[in-house]
């Protein structure tokens, strides 16, 4: 695995509105959270710069609206705020899915760091990881998506289909891989490379 020694790891929505299961129901990967916190460790570690990504919900009912609980970031993000150096930390706060289309401008930043590689981890898969994954592609990054670093819930569409966790974020991956948007590997590929 080529992780870049600039390459920005981009940790997207991981808030503690998402553990509300019965708003979103049944989640798969139930070890994202502990690979999602290692790699936080090494890019702080190494020096790399870290974005962390909150979604603030303009849907009536979620859990993540702003000046809910559910806003804020998970326990063992906030613990790790701050501990990567002024310079190689970012906050970015959007109200859609990706990344690209919060506050400050992700794309702005990246490119006035120098910065072509970026690393997503985060929920949910096949949404803002996916959305962020997408847009970072067409943008022209090199875009690699940490599969078991991220989660999503079941799903319901159109004509009554239905697809479990594990359904949804594998067709993601197979998108986002297949497609050409993005890489899409495991943890210990990626904590691997930057060790």
């Known amino acids: 695995m080529d992780i870049a020694e600039n390459a920005a790891l981009v940790v997207v929505d991981v808030q503690q509105g998402f553990e509300d299961l019965g708003f979103w129901g049944r989640r798969?990967?139930?070890?994202?959270?502990?690979?999602?916190?290692a790699l936080i460790d090494v890019w702080q570690a190494s020096g790399r710069p870290v974005v962390f990504v909150r979604h603030d919900s303009v849907v009536p009912g979620s859990?993540?609206?702003?000046?809910q609980p559910g806003n804020g970031f998970k326990e063992y993000v906030e613990q790790r705020r701050?501990?990567?150096?002024?310079?190689?930390?970012?906050?970015?706060?959007?109200?859609?899915?990706s990344a690209f289309h919060g506050t400050p401008d992700l794309g702005v930043r990246l490119r006035d760091a120098g910065i072509s590689q970026v690393v997503l981890v985060g929920i949910q898969t096949n949404m803002c990881v996916e959305t962020t994954a997408r847009?970072?592609?067409?943008?022209?990054?090199?875009?690699?998506?940490?599969?078991?670093?991220?989660?999503?819930?079941?799903?319901?569409?159109p004509f009554g289909w239905r697809r479990?966790?594990?359904?949804?974020?594998?067709?993601?991956?197979?998108?986002?891989?297949?497609?050409?948007?993005?890489?899409v590997v495991r943890s210990q590929d990626v904590l691997a490379g930057t060790r």
């Open 63 to 67: 859990p993540l609206r702003p000046g």
């Open 28 to 37: 798969n990967h139930p070890g994202a959270d502990e690979n999602i916190a």
């Open 82 to 97: 701050g501990r990567g150096g002024g310079s190689a930390e970012l906050l970015v706060t959007k109200s859609v899915n």
């Open 164 to 183: 479990s966790a594990d359904e949804a974020a594998q067709a993601s991956a197979v998108t986002l891989h297949g497609g050409g948007f993005a890489r």
């Open 135 to 157: 847009v970072g592609g067409n943008l022209g990054y090199d875009v690699v998506v940490v599969f078991d670093a991220t989660y999503t819930f079941d799903v319901e569409g």
